[in-house]
């Protein structure tokens, strides 16, 4: 059996525990809020994961996926009646669109220039989406109905946070299916030799700029997956959504526990909204301690908190020697039976 | 300028349109204004 197959399998444990993790913390409303809104915001970071740890690209305008995701939802599903596969489709459909455009608009940007312009490309949509009526304006789209994907006389419907951690759950496994398998695809594998060495990459085949729209194309509709369901479980959506706030999130829960660790946005998304959540500050510090997470483990643990392994295991090995050292200098019964000889 | 964009742009898109003009300069001349177009993308 193949190394990730073994691993997928290994994981399946972990994932019937973390679908019953929150009747097993107590399965308040609270609790099950913030698992829903862990699920969602982890699947939203997973867009941007496949940018950074692969592309080695930071794509500070990937609030506009979450965005496109959340509107859609809101006015197909307000105006137009759709339902909720629709407006999933829809979501999906559109992210693509944008994601074409966008990665077309940066395929000769790398670094920096990148950067800026994503940021741009966010702060347009921001000022658009406070200001133009089709959107809403500032009050934003409310009066989203629940969401309903019920088919073939199955109801699968959601009123409260505790009816749709399952779907949140669901759409979480898929989105790290769908990492985990680009990850290992040969897609996967050209974009990690595009970010390490583009020249030799073009040497060998590749082609960067065709590698970095195909990533961008698969990284958007995650994204927007993610503010499909929030836009369901606020009923409501505004310009809030493209608030700095959640970049400085996606770009946390992507360094936090290290780059290209499989659970690693879902991990840092859990650790800061269970802060945020039950050991709450208040106000604006919560926002204060998100911000100087990221610039911590910027600074200081540029690996994130898995490079915190390599040195404890080396002091953990420090420590062996003379254990092994102290079991070799007894006597065995074979060595007993040499010298007797 | 500014009057100029003032006058073309309503005040609620001015944010907008000043970053689509940003955008636009940096998709166009990565480099800079001062450098060619086939100057280096890299920031």
Do not use: C
């Not at chain 1, 989406?129 to 969401?147: K, Q, T």
């Not at chain 2, 940096?26 to 280096?40: I, K």
Request: charged fraction near 10%; proline fraction near 4%; glycine fraction near 8%.
């Amino acid at each position: 059996m193949s190394r990730p197959s073994m691993r997928r399998i290994a994981l399946l444990p972990l994932g019937v525990a973390v679908l019953f993790a929150p009747s097993l913390l107590g399965g308040s409303a609270s609790v099950y809020s913030a698992a829903v809104l862990i699920a969602i915001l982890a699947v939203m970071s997973y867009g941007l994961d496949v940018i950074v740890s692969d592309l080695g690209e930071v794509s500070l305008g990937h609030t506009v996926f979450f965005a496109v995701g959340a509107y859609a939802t809101a006015l197909l599903s307000t105006r137009a009646g759709f339902g909720a596969w629709g407006t999933l489709a829809a979501s999906i459909a559109i992210s693509l669109v944008f994601a074409a455009v966008i990665g077309l608009v940066t395929l000769r940007l790398r670094e920096f220039v990148f950067s800026l312009v994503t940021y741009a490309v966010a702060v347009v949509a921001m000022s658009l989406a406070a200001n133009w009526a089709f959107l809403g304006g500032s009050d934003g789209v409310r009066g989203l109905p629940m969401l309903d994907l019920s088919f073939a006389g199955l109801s699968l419907t959601a009123r409260t946070d505790r009816e749709l951690w399952p779907y949140a759950f669901g759409m979480l496994v898929v989105a790290i299916y769908l990492v985990d398998r680009f990850r290992n695809s040969r897609l996967g594998a050209a974009a990690i030799m595009t970010h390490l060495n583009p020249r030799l990459a073009t040497v060998g085949g590749i082609d960067p700029a065709r590698v970095r729209l195909q990533v961008f194309l698969f990284s958007a509709p995650i994204t927007a997956t993610a503010g499909w369901l929030y836009a369901y479980q606020r009923a409501y959506v505004s310009v809030d959504i493209l608030e700095n706030y959640f970049l400085i999130l996606m770009l946390t829960a992507v360094i936090l526990v290290g780059r290209r660790q499989l659970l690693g946005p879902l991990l840092a998304t859990a650790l800061v909204l269970t802060q945020e959540k039950f050991f709450s500050f208040g106000g604006y510090v919560d926002k204060i301690v998100l911000g100087s997470v990221l610039v911590m483990v910027l600074a200081f643990f540029p690996q994130g908190l898995m490079g915190l392994a390599r040195p404890l295991s080396r002091l953990f090995r420090m420590f062996r020697p003379a254990a092994k050292v102290v079991a070799e200098s007894k006597p065995t019964a074979s060595t007993s039976l040499e010298i007797s000889k | 300028f500014t009057a100029l964009f003032g006058a073309l742009v309503s005040p609620a898109y001015t944010t907008a349109a000043a970053f689509l003009v940003l955008i636009g300069l940096l998709v166009l001349r990565p480099g800079g204004l001062s450098a060619s177009a086939a100057a280096g993308a890299h920031g």
